[in-house]
């Protein structure tokens, strides 16, 4: 049974780094698309700047739950690194339970903003809202789903920023 949901967990991780990365890829293809459009042709596409800022949201929620998992979301530990081992365990438990209340909010939240406000359609694209609302419930689920599943299974991906790189290696 452990294969199995290893096998779960880490094909959910490759799903959504390769999602938010295909997001990513399309935002800046788009972006492109239309600097090279505007400035090189004089051609304005008038549904692009649409499109970029709905992969854009697609790509910060579902984002999120990779940084989740990597144990990479933002945060202040000047204070917290200062405890006792045992009181920054506390404070880790105290901080996910919260963290778990407020995905389980932005979930049902969401789910019914994209019910009720999806109907309507965007301006340029004309796609029903409903679309661009998912994000968030899709964004929570995907997190509780990371956030349930780190203790058991290590992250498939290591995210260095410039600080963690060593000075040799630069």
Not at 48 to 53: H, I, N, Y
Not at 86 to 98: C, K, R, S, Y
Request: hydrophobic share 60%; aromatic share 12%.
């Amino acid at each position: 049974m452990r294969k199995v949901l290893r096998f779960v967990d880490r094909l959910i991780q490759i799903l959504n780094a390769t999602l938010t990365a295909l997001a990513l890829a399309a935002m800046f293809a788009t972006v492109l698309t239309l600097v090279v459009a505007r400035y090189g042709f004089g051609i304005a596409i008038f549904w692009g700047e649409e499109l970029a800022r709905y992969l854009m949201i697609y790509m910060a929620f579902i984002g999120a739950a990779v940084a989740l998992r990597c144990n990479l979301h933002p945060r202040l530990t000047v204070f917290v690194s200062m405890l006792p081992r045992g009181a920054q365990q506390g404070i880790e438990v105290v901080i996910n339970l919260l963290l778990i209340v407020t995905l389980v909010i932005l979930f049902w939240h969401g789910l019914d903003v994209a019910r009720e406000e999806g109907i309507m359609r965007t301006p340029a694209l004309r796609i029903h809202y409903f679309w661009v609302f998912m994000a968030i419930p899709i964004g929570a689920a995907l997190m509780l789903v990371q956030l349930a599943w780190r203790p058991f299974f290590p992250s498939l991906f290591v995210i260095h920023g410039d600080d963690d790189i060593p000075e040799d290696a630069a």
